[in-house]
């Protein structure tokens, strides 16, 4: 009787989750209860952290099969290994960005791809440490601080690793305000730190109906590969521009946004599963997503100061570090360095101008790495 | 095309151009954003028309 009852007990204990905890699921839960933390506490990118924080947690459950194939958590992560959720990102971003600051300075593109050194940095480390050619461009790509291009490239490269680039990609792009400011501090004077810049010109309308549509036609000729990211930006940007949608740039960049913003951080903190999560390969990841930016932050304000040396104009060199792209962190993040030095420098918009350049230098260097690689 | 080889030679091959090749066209999209203000001299859009709906 007594070993009956303690057999079927037994029976009931295994069918918990309890009965398979690992110090890999412990370890991993930690994780996600950091990535929560750090958004609720330090309100470090909770649109970003909170979802992925959870999922990741979530998954660590034994029992629990939101993340086996068939699961809700698994239908979230195929719209983005499927490519789906990407460009609806894009499309919402697009909506809600004001390329003014870009096209009011084109000097500062330049800073878009002085940025992405990072990118180059990583693909060769990753190389040395053995992984194959696609793999350290996927790697590499981290270095874009471009979370849906990144999602994007790896899933033409090396869609196995997608996972671990993703998690890393969007947490560093999390982690920017405490990851840039040091190495900005490091590399510039106070007096550069102080530089003033003078205001932007008005863009008129017909120049923002025409910007995206002239860059639509660009990349599509000359990127095909990258394409399907960049038109849906353009045309989620088109919406706001022309003024004659409203309802559809409010969807586009309001609910719609937000939606695929929920999909999307659940399915990259779906994947965060200790099993396949915690192993040699991860930790390289993640490691070489940090020299991607570190290098792309320091190549961005190196970039600025060398242009500093040719402009009669001088810009400060703070919003250099924002043309790895990561919009609008990565310029929040140029703004508040240079406001904690000096309260009346107000770097926001001037900042905006390399950041949106960033995510065309991403785009770019994407498109080529994938072309170099002969992948369609 | 001749592939590119899968060593570190190929790494720092394929870094080296499309890190060259991201200024060039770039700077075309910077060049392009310059001349953009051109089209202000032969149209201009009423905003005012555009917020009122069509």
């Keep these: 009787m007594l070993d009956q009852l303690i057999s079927l007990f037994v029976a009931l204990f295994e069918q918990t989750g309890l009965a398979h905890l690992y110090w890999g699921n412990f370890a991993m839960i930690g994780v996600g209860s950091a990535m929560i933390y750090l958004a609720v506490a330090k309100k470090c990118e909770p649109f970003l952290l909170i979802g992925i924080g959870f999922a990741c947690i979530v998954v660590n459950i034994p029992g629990s099969d939101l993340a086996a194939p068939g699961g809700l958590f698994d239908y979230a992560y195929k719209g983005v290994s499927l490519l789906i959720v990407p460009p609806l990102i894009f499309l919402g971003v697009g909506a809600i960005t004001d390329f003014g600051p870009m096209i009011a300075n084109p000097r500062l593109v330049i800073l878009g791809a002085g940025a992405h050194l990072g990118i180059f940095v990583a693909l060769i480390l990753a190389k040395v440490l053995g992984f194959t050619l696609p793999e350290a461009g996927a790697i590499g790509i981290i270095g874009g601080a471009d979370g849906p291009m990144a999602i994007f490239v790896t899933m033409k490269l090396a869609p196995h690793l997608l996972p671990p680039i993703s998690v890393a990609a969007y947490s560093y792009m999390a982690l920017m305000p405490i990851i840039q400011p040091p190495i900005m501090r490091l590399l510039t004077t106070k007096a550069e730190r102080n530089i003033q810049m003078a205001q932007l010109r008005k863009v008129s309308r017909l120049e923002r109906i025409i910007f995206p549509v002239v860059i639509a036609i660009i990349v599509n000729l000359f990127f095909p590969p990258v394409a399907p990211l960049v038109t849906m930006l353009m045309l989620g940007n088109l919406f706001r521009e022309v003024l004659l949608v409203g309802r559809l740039a409010d969807t586009a960049g309001g609910t719609l946004l937000n939606l695929v913003t929920i999909v999307l951080t659940v399915a990259i903190g779906s994947t965060m599963s200790a099993k396949t999560f915690l192993s040699m390969q991860t930790v390289e990841i993640v490691c070489l997503g940090l020299v991607a930016f570190v290098f792309g932050t320091a190549s961005g304000v190196i970039t600025a100061k060398i242009m500093n040396l040719f402009l009669k104009t001088k810009i400060n060199p703070l919003i250099g570090s924002a043309g790895i792209a990561s919009v609008p962190i990565a310029a929040r993040v140029s703004h508040i360095v240079a406001n904690k030095e000096n309260p009346k420098l107000f770097l926001i918009y001037h900042a905006m101008g390399p950041n949106l350049a960033g995510v065309f230098g991403t785009a770019i260097s994407g498109g080529i790495l994938l072309a170099l690689l002969g992948v369609k | ?54």
Excluded: C, Q
């Excluded at chain 2, 991201?22 to 032969?42: D, H, Q």
């Design chain 2, 1 to 54: 095309m001749t592939p590119i080889p899968d060593n570190v030679e190929g790494a720092f091959l394929i870094s080296i151009i499309d890190f060259i090749l991201s200024f060039v066209i770039i700077s075309g999209i910077g060049v392009i954003l310059a001349i953009l203000p051109v089209v202000n001299r032969y149209w201009a859009i009423d905003e005012k028309d555009l917020k009122g709906g069509h």
